[in-house]
Each structure stands twice: as structure tokens, then as C-alpha cells.
């Protein structure tokens, strides 16, 4: 069994059947182990509750609403939330990323929300499925740090 957990760009390509990377997330989806675990951290349902009350057409806000309460009410989608593990998580996170990149403080909490992503997958010992490229340095500087990217297969 293995823990995935989905980060909010994966998220908008699943719901966005037109977006280019749609197809290549639903199949790997469609080839995970039925005991595997899928689900989201709580910092992406922030991230997407704002996302989906931006959305000026409203009918497109809709769908998309419609799409983040299925998640929230979804049985076989897990919620991954903050915990006190994490803590040190974030702070190792985000003191190798400043050390590796040069990045001063002040920069480097603009990535706050990153780093607690990344914290809640260490704690979890998941894997994060994501695109973007703040996950990819940490999992260079970080080896314990687990990704995939399931756009570049």
C-alpha cells in the first residue's frame, strides 16, 4: 500500500478535461493498486476553496465548487491535515532549501505553503504527486522527501 497525495495543480489539470495533462493523471490513476491511498492535504483545499471563489464566470465556478465539495465528501478520497509531526518536517524543509538555494528568508516564506505540503507528505511518508518545481529542488536536496510527477511520464 501507498499514500498519495495530489497537489492542487494536479488537481486543477483532473478537473480540467481540456487541459493537456488531464488524460495522463486519470491513467495513473486508473493504474494505482485498489489499496493504495489517494487524497489531498488541507493546504490545497485551502488553496482551491480560494481558486474557486475567484472565478469570475460563474458557471465555471459552479463545476468547480461542485468538483471541491465531491473531494470533501468523498469516502475513498483521503484529507491529509497539519500535524504536530510535521512541524519538524517543515522546519528542516525549509532550512535546506534556504541553505541550498541561497534564498533569504524573507523569499523563502513566500514557499510557507510548499513547505507545509511537503511536511504533511514527510509525516505521512507518502509520495506527492505534483509539477511544480519547488517540490522537485526539495526532493533533490531532500531524499526522504518522496515525488512523482506524473505529467512528464
Known amino acids: 500500500m501507498k499514500k498519495y497525495i495530489l497537489d492542487t495543480d494536479i488537481i486543477s489539470y483532473l478537473w480540467d478535461d481540456k487541459s493537456l495533462y488531464h488524460s495522463k493523471i486519470v491513467k495513473h490513476l486508473n493504474n494505482l493498486n485498489d489499496n493504495d491511498i489517494v487524497g489531498i492535504s ?27 465539495e465531491s473531494i470533501k465528501n468523498d469516502n475513498d478520497f483521503q484529507i491529509f491535515a497539519l500535524n504536530h509531526n510535521g512541524a519538524d518536517f517543515f522546519s528542516h524543509l525549509k532550512t535546506i532549501y534556504k541553505k541550498n538555494t541561497g534564498i533569504t528568508a524573507k523569499d523563502a516564506k513566500k514557499n510557507d505553503l510548499d513547505f507545509m505540503i511537503a511536511s504533511i507528505v514527510m509525516s ?24 512523482e510527477n506524473w505529467i512528464k511520464f
Open 42 to 68: 488541507v493546504i490545497s483545499i485551502y488553496e482551491l476553496t480560494y481558486g474557486v471563489d475567484s472565478f469570475r464566470d460563474e458557471k465555471l465556478k459552479n463545476v468547480f465548487r461542485y468538483a471541491l
Open 124 to 147: 505521512e511518508d507518502a509520495i506527492l504527486i505534483s509539477n511544480d518545481k519547488i517540490f522537485e529542488k526539495l526532493n533533490q536536496i531532500e531524499p526522504n522527501f518522496k515525488l
